[in-house]
């Protein structure tokens, strides 16, 4: 099934050699509908859900890490503006060196992708959440429906 809101995951497993394998993880909004059984839905959804928790933890992770290392180059890039000289230039024109260098936009692009792939995955997690309730309310409901039903199909009365 196609979906404009599918997004794919790299993942790097390491083995106990050392050896890293690359994982790809599709997450579609289409996951999302009650297509089959409830039982095997129920079963997946828990699944799908530590999966996507754990991915939130890697890329919570990933985006501190990369705005801590731009942060870095930007306080390394405000001392070399700055120089030697006893008269430090104009706090602006620091900040407008450091914005039209070439790495400036690598970095902001870099942390700005990996906030929206995190942002997708919480959105996918509550959409989870939302599904778990909905399977839950139906075998809820089910589970009452046959509790109702006697004998060779006929109500009980209850």
């Not at 501190?64 to 930007?74: G, M, N």
């Not at 706090?91 to 942390?111: L, N, S, T, Y």
């Amino acid at each position: 099934m196609y979906s404009p809101t599918a997004r794919t995951f790299i993942r790097e497993i390491r083995d106990a050699d050392d050896n890293v394998t690359q994982v790809e993880i599709v997450l579609s909004s289409d996951d999302l509908l009650i297509v089959r059984s409830l039982e095997e839905e129920a079963s997946d959804v828990a699944a799908m859900m530590a999966l996507t928790g754990d991915l939130i933890g890697e890329w919570t992770t990933g985006v501190e890490i990369a705005d801590a290392k731009y942060r870095r180059w930007r306080a390394q890039q405000s001392e070399t503006q700055a120089g030697a000289s006893e008269k430090a230039p104009a706090e602006w024109k620091v900040k407008a060196a450091i914005e039209a260098h070439p790495e400036f936009d690598q970095h902001k692009v870099g942390i700005a992708q990996l906030t929206g792939e995190l942002e997708f995955l919480r959105a996918y997690f509550a959409g989870l959440q939302v599904k778990s309730t909905q399977i839950r309310g139906l075998m809820d409901r089910d589970g009452a429906a046959s509790r109702q039903i006697g004998k060779h199909g006929v109500p009980s009365g209850r």
